[in-house]
């Protein structure tokens, strides 16, 4: 099943590109496909930089930093 999942993922991924390259060539950050809309638009975000800031701060950053656990799952 993961196999099969793969190589649904990787046509998925190429139909996506297809797209996308279509809509950059038109122009588009939307389309309309029967009762589906597509949209491929630009995303701003502002993210800390916490390895500069580490890098300038080492104290101030181990001070709040937590050590936290969890679990992963995989099957190879």
């Given at each position: 099943m993961q196999a099969k999942a793969e190589e649904l993922q990787t046509e998925i991924s190429a139909i996506q590109d297809e797209?996308?390259?279509y809509m950059m060539a038109q122009d588009a950050e939307e389309l309309r496909?029967?009762?589906y809309r597509i949209r491929y638009t630009v995303v701003t975000s502002n993210r800390f930089d916490s390895t500069a800031f580490r890098k300038l701060?080492?104290?101030l950053y181990s001070q709040f930093t937590?050590?936290?656990t969890s679990r992963r799952f995989s099957v190879a």
């Open positions: 797209l996308k390259a496909a029967g009762e701060y080492g104290e937590k050590t936290t």
